[in-house]
């Protein structure tokens, strides 16, 4: 699941193993993204704990309500991605990695290696940002546990479940097999 010539191909991280149990990986499995490429096409690596969600789960939603951002990767559906319109390093220091309906961003503070990033919510109603001690697959378990509470502006349904892009859009099409809406 990984490209780290450190750790065993085979390893997922904690949180994204925990985070399975809790909340189920769509059965087609994640997104294959060519992390190696990515790095060095555009300078950036990311997070083990978020390669792995990618991998495992893909790009989707959590609840129809916390959009998750990936790279582009083969076969992406959309023109906006996780890196449309950024650069290494970022400007501001952090890079969104998912927002919800409500227009809250859930960010990481780019500082120190990729696996040190640690969490920022920021509410759109621009009331302070909420900073959090750990990784993001660690902040959506415990999210999805109910463990912490950031005050987002839509609401989150419980139990969790997650929307792959594949099952949204099996989802949209019609009768005719057109995507309504696109």
């Known amino acids: ?7 065993p191909e ?4 904690w949180a994204v193993e925990e985070l399975g149990r809790v909340m189920r990986p769509p059965a087609g499995g994640g997104d294959a993204v060519d992390w190696e490429a990515l790095r060095a096409e555009t300078g950036w690596e990311l997070p083990v704990d978020y390669r792995d969600f990618v991998a495992v789960y893909g790009l ?7 959009g998750i951002l990936t790279p582009a990767f083969g076969g ?15 400007e501001d220091g952090t890079l969104t990695w998912a927002s919800n309906e409500a227009g809250d961003d859930f960010l990481w503070t780019c ?3 990729p696996d040190e990033w640690r969490v920022v919510f920021r509410p759109r109603n621009g ?3 909420h900073q959090y ?14 463990e912490i509470r950031p005050p987002l502006g839509a609401e989150l349904e419980f139990p969790a479940t997650f929307v792959s892009w594949r099952e949204e859009e099996t989802r949209l099409l019609d009768e005719d097999g057109d995507l ?3």
């Not at 085979?10 to 991280?13: P, R, V």
């Not at 992406?76 to 970022?90: K, R």
């Not at 001690?133 to 109910?146: I, K, N, P, Q």
């Open 127 to 129: 009331r302070g940002e």
């Open 10 to 13: 085979d390893t997922m991280h």
């Open 60 to 66: 989707g939603a959590i609840g129809d309500s916390i």
């Open 76 to 90: 992406y559906p959309y023109e906006d991605h996780l890196l449309h319109g950024t650069e290494w390093p970022p």
């Open 180 to 182: 309504e809406g696109f």
């Open 1 to 7: 699941m990984t490209d780290d010539p450190d750790r």
């Open 111 to 113: 500082v120190g290696e």
């Open 133 to 146: 001690d750990m990784g993001m697959a660690e902040f959506l378990l415990r999210l999805v546990r109910r």
